[in-house]
């Protein structure tokens, strides 16, 4: 994806500084990303969310609120109703620059902000809260003992996740007062709430009240043991890719344009981080594949190797071959497999290898044919195998044009 900083005005006048995340093709729809309470755009979990769905073809804004991150103004001065208005701020950003928002998504306090937001942005199609409070004055209790001494002083200074904030009376009446109850019934999009049942920062029992005060359509997704803060790669990648599944059958995504000269589409690989080896691969804009290199080799393990794809390709046309001849010539064939491994071997040791090299590729498949068969359907079916096209393109000679744009 292509990330681009940009800055808009937020609710209270400030300047707040944001990322655009573009996708490296033409951009087929567009999403916010709100971050957690103290948090900020650039946490782990939002930068994988954002990256695939930018591989989709969204593109993600995603900012810091008013006295956080990069962004100016004073924290003490904001409240969850200021945070609400810098989420419509952003949400008029992006209409103006002609991405009408129609995926949001809320982390924490982010998300009740996106559910009380939600009703107010007309292009919005789906929302999604991550560990997300029923109640925005859940909060509070993070403030522990100081609660008095903001009541009494005014403000305090609260320790939240190791830095200091301090926190003002007006931020405690203001989350008081909030409520999600009136948002909920006419959110006007689909819902997918995710949370963690161990979470201990917001319990479970949030989910449950959401889901149940929302109308369909609606999900929701256990999150099993992530933390609040996803801070897991895996656990991140595992978000990341429920909401990139289930937005992808609200959102009018627009189609990839089509060129004549590629007529199965553009295969388009793209790297999710440049501090590994992990990539997201779309397909024709209608396919998301996650490529990666096993952790010895450096990687993260989060997806097929580049070879493990090539065999996958190899297997999957082999099968198709078979079953395609088997229904021409009406052989009761009632399922078939292959399963494909890849290696290198030396040159002498292949009988049938004419390329030069000391070592060659040797792909083996073994196929495993059912159904009520003769020997001869058999033998037919495992010799048509070869005349799979990826075996041919494989066996034979391609041609590999680059061009540097």
């Given amino acids: 994806m292509q990330s681009e900083k940009i800055t808009f005005a937020g609710a209270l006048g400030d300047e707040l500084a944001a990322r655009l995340d573009r996708p490296e093709g033409p951009v087929r729809a567009a999403a916010i990303l709100v971050h957690c309470f103290t948090c900020s755009k650039d946490i782990a979990a939002a930068r994988r969310i954002a990256g695939r769905l930018a591989a989709r073809g969204i593109a993600v804004l995603r900012f810091d609120f008013t006295g956080l991150g990069h962004s100016a103004g004073e924290f003490a001065s904001t409240n969850f109703t200021s945070n609400v208005g810098d989420l419509l701020a952003a949400a008029a950003w992006m209409e103006a620059h002609d991405m009408p928002p129609q995926l949001l998504i ?24 991550i560990a997300a409070p029923m109640d925005p004055s859940h909060v509070t209790h993070n403030f522990g003992a100081k609660l008095d001494e903001i009541h009494a002083k005014g403000s305090a200074e ?133 490529a990666d290199e096993p952790v010895a080799m450096g990687g993260t393990d989060l997806g097929p190797s580049p070879y493990q794809l090539l065999s996958a390709a190899l297997g999957a046309c082999t099968t198709m071959t078979i079953r395609l001849y088997a229904r021409r010539k009406t052989i009761a064939l009632t399922h078939v497999v292959c399963d494909v491994t890849h290696d290198k071997a030396h040159r002498e040791d292949c009988e049938d290898c004419e390329k030069s090299g000391p ?22 079916l495992l010799a048509i195998a070869d005349k799979c096209p990826v075996h041919r393109t494989l066996h034979g000679q391609a041609v590999i044009e680059t061009e540097l744009v």
């Fill in 359 to 380: 070592k060659i590729d040797v792909f083996r498949r073994r196929i495993r044919l059912e159904g009520d068969m003769t020997e001869d359907e058999r033998a037919s």
């Fill in 158 to 290: 609260v320790d939240l996740g190791g830095r200091p904030f301090e926190i003002r009376k007006q931020f405690l009446d203001d989350i008081a007062e909030a409520s999600l109850a009136d948002a909920l019934p006419r959110l006007g999009a689909a819902l997918l709430v995710l949370h963690a049942p161990r979470d201990e920062i917001v319990g479970i029992d949030n989910a449950a009240k959401i889901f149940i005060a929302a109308r369909h359509p609606k999900s929701f997704v256990s999150l099993d043991d992530a933390d609040h803060l996803i801070s897991r790669e895996a656990d991140a990648e595992y978000v990341a890719g429920l909401i990139e599944s289930w937005s992808a059958r609200y959102l009018d995504l627009a189609p990839e344009p089509a060129r004549p000269e590629t007529p199965e589409g553009v295969v388009r690989v793209a790297e999710a981080e440049a501090s590994g080896f992990r990539q997201d691969i779309s397909i024709g804009g209608r396919h998301q594949l996650v």
């Fill in 106 to 129: 809320g982390h924490s306090l982010g998300g009740a902000a996106a559910l009380k937001a939600a009703p107010q942005i007309a292009s919005l199609r789906a929302v999604v809260t």
